[in-house]
């Protein structure tokens, strides 16, 4: 039988300013990205979404990313390696706090935006995030593109690892994400997306923008809150996967430890 993780970037509001619809998402989802007050959110909206995310009984997972508030955590920056070490600690040290403090044990980290993105090309980084996340605790998964750097470090230090794919993100021929600023990087049609889905789960195949299939394996599938059909994308994903008789885990239910 099939098994998969869905995910979803959450906790995204900060102050005054509202980001998502994360009330309604989180009843939808099997693990949560809670942003760590970096690139997006503020402590109280951090305490908020692990407690909605522990009532739901779904896997809490931080969502660390670059001091780039403005920029959402997806402008490039230019930080050394012990920079990206300490912010990994740093943020995920925060929201595993709130974790525990709900009763909780934080399941995983996903490094966000540009710093996801860097950190699956560049070796450096990529063996900095998984330093920095096994300074915290050598037990955290680390979610990450498979066949990235990030993959490869994590098989080096023993850090257990999930593999992402994206329902509503293109793909490059080798595998990356096609940039946001480049035209077809994100999948707006749901039939689309959810088609695209049970392929990359039941077939490991996905077609890239330039038409080629690639092979692709899928532990977790992430759809984004912020986006304006966020909401619809994720009921038609989960209505999908149980159609074709995919189970939704947690991964922690489904990872696969070193």
Do not use: W
């Amino acid at each position: 039988m099939y098994q998969v993780d869905l995910n979803c970037d959450l906790g995204e509001s900060f102050g005054a300013y509202k980001i998502g619809m994360d009330e309604q998402i989180i009843a939808l989802i099997s693990s949560a990205n809670i942003a760590c007050g970096f690139h997006a959110s503020d402590p109280l909206v951090m305490d908020k979404t692990v407690s909605m995310a522990a009532a739901q009984n779904i896997g809490i997972g931080a969502h660390p990313g670059f001091p780039d508030l403005q920029g959402f955590g997806r402008r490039e920056m230019k930080l050394s390696p012990s920079e990206v070490r300490a912010l990994l600690i740093y943020q995920t040290g925060a929201l595993m706090a709130f974790a525990r403090a709900a009763g909780q044990e934080l399941q995983h980290v996903k490094p966000h935006g540009a710093l996801y993105n860097m950190a699956g090309k560049d070796e450096s980084l990529a063996m900095a995030v998984c330093e920095g996340i096994r300074a915290v605790d050598h037990k955290l998964i680390l979610l990450g593109q498979p066949g990235s750097m990030m993959e490869k470090a994590a098989e080096r230090l023993g850090l257990p690892f999930a593999r992402e794919v994206f329902a509503d993100r293109a793909y490059e021929e080798d595998g990356s994400l096609v940039s946001r600023s480049k035209p077809g990087a994100m999948i707006e049609d749901e039939q689309e997306a959810v088609e695209r889905v049970i392929r990359m789960v039941k077939e490991g195949k996905v077609r890239t923008i330039t038409g080629k299939d690639i092979s692709i394996q899928a532990d977790s599938i992430c759809v984004h809150g912020d986006g304006p059909k966020a909401l619809k994308f994720v009921e038609r994903i989960r209505e999908a996967l149980k159609a074709e008789k995919i189970e939704i885990k947690p991964l922690r239910e489904i990872c696969r430890y070193k």
